[in-house]
């Protein structure tokens, strides 16, 4: 399984991003994708999840701005992460994950979101 990220940059606190990944390859194994954050000094942090039947979970400091959904297509799979009313805390290099039926995780490249006056 291959994942593509794009999206991010730089926002004012307030404004929207958003973010995409393609999963290529084997994407008939994957469950759940989503979006994991990273920030210097700290560990991953889950975001966002959608499985395959698209129920989606956040975690509680994102819920009601970020908005994940999930296309699946015949030999890709397409999510992507709406994020509005961005805070600062927001700031995190994001990264698209994809995990298969048998728990084998997959990871995308990073993304840069900064969110800044």
């Known amino acids: 399984v291959q994942l593509q990220a794009s999206g991010g940059g730089l926002v004012q606190p307030g404004g929207s991003l958003r973010l995409a990944c393609v999963a290529s390859?084997?994407?008939?194994?994957?469950?759940?994708m989503g979006w994991y954050r990273q920030v210097p000094g700290k560990q991953r942090e889950v975001v966002a999840t959608?499985?395959?039947?698209?129920?989606?979970?956040?975690v509680d400091s994102v819920k009601g701005r970020f908005t994940i959904s999930r296309e699946n297509a015949k030999n890709v799979t397409f999510v992507q992460m709406n994020m509005n009313s961005l805070k600062p805390e927001d700031t995190a290099v994001y990264y698209c994950?994809?995990?298969?039926?048998?728990?084998?995780?997959?990871w995308g490249q990073g993304t840069q979101v900064t969110v800044s006056s």
């Open positions: 390859g084997l994407i008939r194994s994957i469950n759940i």
């Open positions: 959608i499985n395959l039947g698209k129920s989606a979970n956040y």
């Open positions: 994950n994809a995990i298969s039926w048998a728990g084998t995780q997959y």
